[in-house]
């Protein structure tokens, strides 16, 4: 089954602490992950996806397939980083299967 | 461009009534997409349509019909609104052969009475 797992519904951290929000996910085959995110009053929108292995706004994840993980990271958390971030696996249906989400509060 | 835009922003039914949710992109996506948000649930696939003259179920289709009425617009029916589909909906859109990056439109907040 194809199925993206967030544990962490809430993570609260200070503001300059380091940041992980963890993702696990089921596929059988080579997945395509992402991780999006929702700004208060925004729509959601990609942050980062795994084939590109790219640090946007700070952020980074790798992609550890003997874990089937998607961890995203962040060394110094910002205020403004607060938010609500969904991990995402590509479906067979060229859908999006997302996690449950992990809301981000930073506190200054 | 707008990108994805959706209509209405808010609405609240009773229990019985119809409606349709309206979604357009002007990005010449061939693919869009329904998915609704609940608490706690993060966002689940309604139903799609991969190109222009076709429409698949998704995870959670009941209830729902939906018409791809041309390239750029996508529209969502609740033909008999119950209290479970108290919800927000978003539509999106994407290239068909691209890495998948989906655009995701404002989304519309239903409430059903």
């Known amino acids: 089954a194809q199925r993206v797992t967030q544990p962490e519904k809430l993570l609260s951290v200070f503001k300059g602490a380091p940041v992980e929000l963890k993702c696990n996910y089921s596929?059988?085959?080579?997945?395509?992950l992402f991780w999006y995110v929702q700004y208060s009053r925004q729509r959601l929108q990609l942050l980062l996806r795994?084939?590109s292995r790219e640090s946007i706004k700070g952020f980074t994840a790798d992609l550890n397939k003997g874990e089937t993980s998607f961890h995203l990271k962040k060394p110094f958390a910002q205020e403004e980083d607060s938010a609500m971030y969904y991990c995402?696996?590509?479906?067979?249906?060229?859908?999006?299967?997302f996690g449950k989400g992990t809301k981000l509060s930073v506190k200054p | 461009n707008a990108g994805v835009t959706q209509t209405p922003k808010f609405q609240v039914l009773k229990t019985g009534q119809s409606m349709t949710l309206q979604c357009a992109q002007d990005?010449?996506?061939?693919?869009m997409y329904w998915y609704r948000q609940d608490p706690g649930m993060g966002l689940r696939l309604i139903y799609y349509?991969?190109?222009?003259?076709?429409?698949d179920k998704g995870e959670v289709p009941n209830g729902y019909n939906v018409s791809r009425l041309n390239k750029r617009e996508f529209s969502l029916r609740l033909e008999s609104a119950a209290p479970s589909q108290t919800s927000v909906y978003f539509c999106?859109?994407?290239?068909?052969?691209?890495?998948?990056?989906?655009?995701f439109g404002p989304g519309t907040r239903l409430t059903v009475l």
């Open positions: 999106a859109s994407k290239e068909l052969w691209s890495t998948n990056e989906q655009f």
């Open positions: 596929y059988s085959g080579s997945p395509e």
């Open positions: 795994h084939i």
């Open positions: 995402a696996l590509r479906g067979s249906q060229g859908n999006l299967i």
């Open positions: 990005m010449n996506h061939n693919s």
């Open positions: 349509s991969a190109s222009e003259g076709t429409t």
